[in-house]
């Protein structure tokens, strides 16, 4: 039977007969602004094939059938959101020149479908930029953004005070014209923030100083001190805090059925040592905390590696929606995911793109992730599945590679049992990039396969690179973030692990210009009104000194000029960075 590419792949679809020569349709019918946009270029009143949308109050809500015959295509579905999918299926067929007689019956796998950016460590994209990524996230069938805000990453109104460059926030009205940008498109915009640990930006302003648990905070007894992040739960005066800034944020978000409050890594009450009752003081305070967030009309959604470390205190949180995240393969399980079933708590998925703290992805360790959530997800009953896009490490990841990876997740979390990358890299290749450019990023992504060991949440190329030359985990400029990266400074790239990469990296570059005939040119590629995000990052990140390995001082020269190459050459940095990186470039041929 004749293979056909549809991105995500449906549940089921009958061939009915032969290959039809439909290029342009014709719709009587009202169609919406969105609507309109997807059918640019096939759209002709003159054609001589229709294409019609019925209504079926027997579907489930975001299911769709698509019928084709020789002379018509008919969307059914009982909801504008299964109308828009059916859609967004038949015009991929149109761009393909592969209408066929069919019969398409297709729904989702998980009611929820999120991507959630992290804007907070160093990088706060534009509007038109975040607008570019919604329209390829409509195109993938995700129906949720989130923005995760840490600090002053969104201009909180009550506190003026700490905002200076205006480039370096979201303003409420940015957030407003996204909202109404993603409505359109069939996307909520679900307002992102944290409400007891990772509140190390303002805890560290002399003014919210005394709302810190712990003000002298240490990783360990005799090892790292950590910037206070977690809030004192006892304070109530946290509490008000807290909730002041939760009021700024929901303003700019009438209607959103959900918030996102965090309620993750309250590291001061785990480190040095746990609190012996830490889990019944998380339980209280959450507890209040997720009582005023209902007060105000919408549902939380928190993180859930505190809340399940004791699961008699899910009684405490009421109508909770837990997020239990997991990053590395093996995290999810039937285990953790059927415990949130077994207590009937409703209950999220959330993978990770694995693009932090690395020089470019780690592409097996997010297939096998994306693969774990959404198998014991839809196993255990899951509302939803998230992938997020962390910026740990000063958010150094590419929009091309974001992309590619919000992709991936949006196929899992539509079909979890019929991903077929080659048909994602060609949808992408074709409608976004324009360039063979989907599968080089993702294999460029394996170059961590060349260590000896996987490591947790980070490469030892990025330590090698942005921890050992900065003299400690000093990337994420004013945000405060942990030290994730430090705790393994002591991975070294050994002389067969460097021996690997080099060669890698021969290979990929060689295969590269035998698909493409030359370099990545992502500017290019990526069709965006503004492909470059504003930046906060200090020269210090690309001021490369040494590269500390076993072998010795210069062993680690060629592979630091090849990604240097990439870099440069790939227009993978922004416009101001390329000529630091070209001085840089130089140098280190000098100092070779």
């Not at 002041?244 to 929901?250: E, G, I, K, Q, R």
């Not at 040095?272 to 549902?299: C, F, L, N, Q």
């Not at 150094?396 to 079909?415: C, E, K, R, T, V």
Request: glycine share 6%; aromatic share 12%; proline share 4%.
């Amino acid at each position: 039977m004749m293979n056909m590419r549809i991105v995500p792949a449906v549940k089921r679809i009958k061939h009915l007969g032969e290959k039809l020569n439909v290029r342009e349709v014709k719709c009587f019918e009202e169609l919406t602004e969105f609507e309109r946009e997807l059918l640019r270029g096939h759209l002709n009143q003159e054609s001589d094939f229709q294409l019609r949308f019925l209504t079926d109050g027997s579907l489930p809500e975001q299911a769709y059938r698509l019928t084709v015959d020789s002379r018509e295509a008919k969307i059914a579905s009982s909801s504008a959101s299964g109308r828009q999918y059916g859609l967004t299926t038949f015009v991929q067929l149109l761009k393909q020149q592969d209408v066929r007689k069919l019969e398409i019956y297709d729904e989702p796998d998980f009611p929820i479908r999120s991507v959630m950016i992290d804007i907070s460590r160093n990088k706060v994209p534009k509007l038109e930029t975040l607008c570019a990524i919604v329209d390829q996230l409509a195109l993938a069938k995700v129906n949720d953004l989130q923005l995760y805000v840490e600090g002053r990453s969104f201009y909180f109104e009550s506190f003026p005070g700490y905002y200076e460059n205006k480039e370096d926030f979201l303003t409420g009205e940015e957030v407003l014209k996204l909202r109404e940008y993603c409505e359109k498109r069939g996307i909520s915009l679900t307002p992102n923030m944290n409400c007891f640990g990772h509140m190390a930006y303002w805890l560290n302003q002399d003014e919210f100083r005394h709302l810190a648990l712990n003000r002298d905070f240490r990783w360990s007894e005799n090892g790292l001190r950590g910037y206070p992040g977690t809030l004192d739960p006892f304070n109530p005066e946290a509490k008000e805090f807290v909730y002041a800034l939760f009021s700024d944020m929901l303003k700019y978000y009438p209607d959103s059925k959900y918030f996102t409050i965090g309620g993750d890594e309250p590291f001061e009450l785990l480190f040095p040592e746990k609190h012996p009752d830490a889990e019944r003081i998380y339980a209280e305070y959450m507890r209040e905390i997720v009582s005023h967030v209902r007060s105000m009309g919408v549902v939380p959604l928190m993180w859930g590696d505190v809340a399940k470390r004791k699961p008699e205190f899910f009684e405490y949180f009421g109508e909770t929606v837990f997020l239990e995240w997991g990053y590395h393969p093996g995290d999810f399980s039937d285990e953790n995911c059927g415990l949130y079933r077994k207590h009937g708590k409703d209950f999220i998925v959330a993978c990770g793109t694995s693009l932090w703290n690395s020089i470019a992805g780690r592409s097996k360790v997010m297939l096998e992730n994306c693969r774990e959530a959404s198998f014991y997800g839809k196993k255990h009953g899951a509302k939803g599945l998230m992938i997020t896009d962390w910026g740990d490490g000063g958010s150094l990841q590419q929009f091309p590679s974001s992309l590619l990876a919000y992709w991936i997740g949006a196929a899992h979390a539509w079909n979890s049992e019929n991903v077929v990358l080659a048909d994602l890299f060609a949808e992408l290749d074709e409608n976004l990039f324009r360039n063979p450019l989907s599968e080089a990023l993702f294999e460029l992504g394996n170059y961590s396969e060349c260590q000896d060991e996987r490591l947790f949440n980070l490469t030892k190329l990025f330590v090698a690179f942005y921890v050992h030359q900065l003299d400690g985990i000093k990337v994420d400029i004013g945000d405060y973030s942990d030290p994730t990266a430090m705790f393994a400074s002591d991975k070294i790239l050994n002389a067969r692990e460097l021996s690997k990469t080099e060669e890698f990296l021969v290979s990929w570059q060689d295969r590269l210009g035998k698909t493409s005939g030359r370099r990545i040119h992502s500017g290019n590629a990526l069709h965006l009104p503004s492909a470059q995000p504003r930046l906060e990052v200090k020269q210090s990140l690309f001021e490369i000194e040494e590269h500390r390995c076993e072998s010795g001082r210069g062993a680690g020269a060629d592979i630091r000029h090849r990604f240097l190459d990439l870099r440069i050459q790939g227009n993978l940095v922004p416009p101001e960075q390329k000529k630091r990186l070209q001085i840089l470039r130089r140098e280190d041929a000098d100092f070779a």
